[in-house]
């Protein structure tokens, strides 16, 4: 049983068995929605989550659903009944156990920020780097 939650823990989860995919999806539309460059998915039956407590929805094209905690806005969960139907894709950031499902693929790279291949090459710093 995997579980999680929106960071202020007012919507909470639980999902049963393995998902059908772990990804990291790249598209224009979880950009926006999530002000990040990137955003992992699990995609699961519908009928393997329970969720506690009520995101809030937004339509962000024609047939997609996105569900966010509507108190901290933490982006939970994705419906859409045309390309994924009878599932709910849930975000892998807002697992309790962040090892739980890894991804195994990025998908939608036709839309990745043109500088995302090259990402993995910066410089990297355990916090910040000193600053002059
Ligand atoms: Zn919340
Ligand atoms: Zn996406």
Same mark, same amino acid.
């Given at each position: 049983?995997?579980?999680?939650? /929106?960071? /202020? ?17 790249? /598209?224009?539309? /979880?950009?926006?929605?999530? @002000? ?16 506690? @407590? !009520? ?23 994705? !419906?859409? =009944?045309?390309?994924?139907? @009878? ?29 995302? @291949? ?10 910040? =780097?000193?600053? =002059?």
């Amino acid at each position: 049983m995997l579980t999680g939650k /929106c960071q /202020c823990g007012a919507i909470r989860y639980e999902a049963e068995g393995e998902p059908a995919y772990s990804a990291i999806c790249h /598209c224009a539309d /979880c950009r926006a929605s999530s @002000g990040a460059p990137m955003v992992g998915w699990a995609l699961f039956p519908q009928e393997r989550v329970t969720i506690h @407590g !009520t995101p809030m929805q937004y339509g962000s094209s024609e047939n997609a659903t996105r569900h966010f905690c509507g108190t901290c806005g933490t982006g939970l969960f994705y !419906t859409n =009944p045309v390309i994924f139907p @009878g599932a709910i894709d849930i975000q892998t950031a807002t697992l309790d156990d962040a090892n739980a499902l890894p991804p195994q693929a990025h998908v939608q790279m036709a839309e990745a920020a043109p500088w995302m @291949g090259s990402a993995h090459g910066l410089p990297k710093f355990d916090r910040y =780097p000193n600053m =002059p």
